[in-house]
C-alpha cells in the first residue's frame, strides 16, 4: 500500500499525467506478484490514462528454478488484463544482444541499459514533438497514439520492439556509421 499511495502522491503533483509506464521482471516472486498487483491497481485508479508495460519474460534456457516459469504463468493469468499495452524483453535475447557487442558476463546495469535504450528509442516520437529532425520518427506523438497504433485489439496487446545497429559504447566514436558525422 506504500508503495500505490507514493504513485498516487506523484500522479496527484503532474499537471498533464497522460499514462503510466511500468518496467519490471517477471521471474522471481516480487516481479511477478509486485509487479502485478501495481498494474492491477493502476488499472483501477487511472481511468483514461494509458499504462505501458515493459516486462522481461524468462527464457528456458537461463532458467535457475522451475519457480520462474511458474511465476510467470502466474502473473501472466493475472496481468493479461490490465494495461494498455505490454512489450516483452526475452531474458536471453538481451544476453545475446549483449554478447553481440562482445560485453562478456553483462551485470544488471548493463541489461538495463539496452532495456532503457530500447525504450528510449520507442518513445523517441513523443518526447521531441515540433523538432524538424525527429517529429515524425516513430509516428507517435502520445502515449494514446502508440496504443492506438500497435495494439489491434485489447486482447491482443503484445508488441515486440528492437533496435539496429547495435555499437558497444567503446566503439562508438570509431564506428563506420558514425565516421562522417562530428559527435
Given at each position: ?13 503532474c ?24 498494474l492491477s ?36 493469468y493475472?496481468?493479461?488484463?490490465d ?16 554478447d ?28 521531441e ?14 502515449l ?6 500497435l495494439?489491434?485489439f485489447?486482447k ?28
Open positions: 500500500d506504500e508503495a500505490l499511495d507514493e504513485i498516487k502522491r506523484l500522479a496527484e503533483e499537471d498533464n499525467l497522460k499514462g503510466f509506464l511500468v518496467i519490471h521482471s517477471c521471474q522471481g516472486g516480487t516481479g511477478a506478484g509486485f509487479g502485478s498487483f501495481i491497481q493502476l488499472s483501477i485508479i487511472s481511468k483514461g490514462l494509458q499504462i505501458i508495460e515493459a516486462l522481461v519474460v524468462p527464457s528456458p534456457d537461463l532458467v535457475n528454478g522451475p519457480l520462474e516459469i511458474y511465476n510467470f504463468g502466474g502473473y501472466f493475472n496481468a493479461r488484463s494495461g494498455n499495452m505490454s512489450i516483452w524483453f526475452n531474458n536471453q535475447g538481451l544476453y545475446d544482444v549483449l553481440k557487442i562482445n560485453v562478456k558476463n553483462p551485470d544488471f546495469e548493463q541489461i538495463n541499459e539496452v532495456i532503457a535504450t530500447v525504450l528510449s528509442t520507442f518513445l523517441l516520437g513523443m518526447r514533438k515540433g523538432s524538424s529532425d525527429f517529429s515524425n520518427f516513430s509516428g507517435y506523438s502520445s494514446e497514439s502508440i496504443t492506438q497504433n495494439v489491434p485489447p491482443v496487446k503484445y508488441v515486440s520492439v528492437s533496435v539496429a545497429p547495435l555499437i558497444c559504447r567503446e566503439n562508438l566514436y570509431s564506428s563506420p556509421i558514425l565516421q562522417n558525422f562530428e559527435v
